[in-house]
């Protein structure tokens, strides 16, 4: 019963805490910014340059410029944990939910432990571009796509989440 009375107790603890910060004042500076999701206190912002790219007839594939935002709104520093030297991924998936691309594919990663920690009221951003082809280098085809950016951490904290990601969706014409 005092297990049960503590939990309660910290759980509300820490819900007046998250309750008690203004995200509005953390806003993002990046331009058409997705869905913005919070949990527990953190907050996650995916976002595009634009909203629309398009591959014309001599034009070049569009290059798409991304970046995941991930906030601290509570009032206490944030660990993030893990297990390799990456921090973060983004994929982009069609309409019917097939996955095109994924960033870290072509990558490989160090198998060393690491943190992230988030003071009160910090974010971390991390970008990426990417030339909208399909594996033969050709163009994708007209389609509504969903970017998808996640942190990468092993969330070993009981209320730290396990995934943190956020998405926002684009269109891609070819003229072709």
């Known amino acids: 019963m005092r297990k049960l009375i503590i939990k309660i107790a910290f759980g509300l603890l820490l819900l007046t805490l998250i309750l008690g910060i203004n995200p509005a004042g953390l806003a ?50 944030v660990t993030f944990d893990f297990t390799t030297s990456q921090r973060y991924d983004f994929a982009i998936y069609d309409s019917r939910g097939r996955e095109v691309w994924r960033w870290s594919d072509d990558k490989g990663f160090l198998q060393v432990i690491g943190q992230l920690i988030l003071q009160p009221g910090e974010s971390v951003v991390y970008t990426a571009e990417h030339v909208f082809t399909d594996k033969n280098g050709e163009p994708m085809p007209t389609d509504l796509y969903t970017l998808k950016g996640e942190l990468t951490a092993t969330g070993r904290d009981f209320w730290a989440p396990r995934i943190m990601e956020g998405k926002v969706s684009f269109w891609h014409r070819n003229a072709q």
Not at 48 to 76: C, F, H, W
């Open 28 to 77: 993002s500076s990046i331009s058409d910014p997705g869905k913005m999701i919070f949990i527990n206190g953190f907050g996650v912002d995916v976002a595009i340059d634009q909203p629309e790219y398009t591959t014309g007839l001599t034009a070049r594939p569009p290059v798409i410029k991304m970046a995941l935002q991930v906030y601290n709104y509570s009032q206490i520093p």
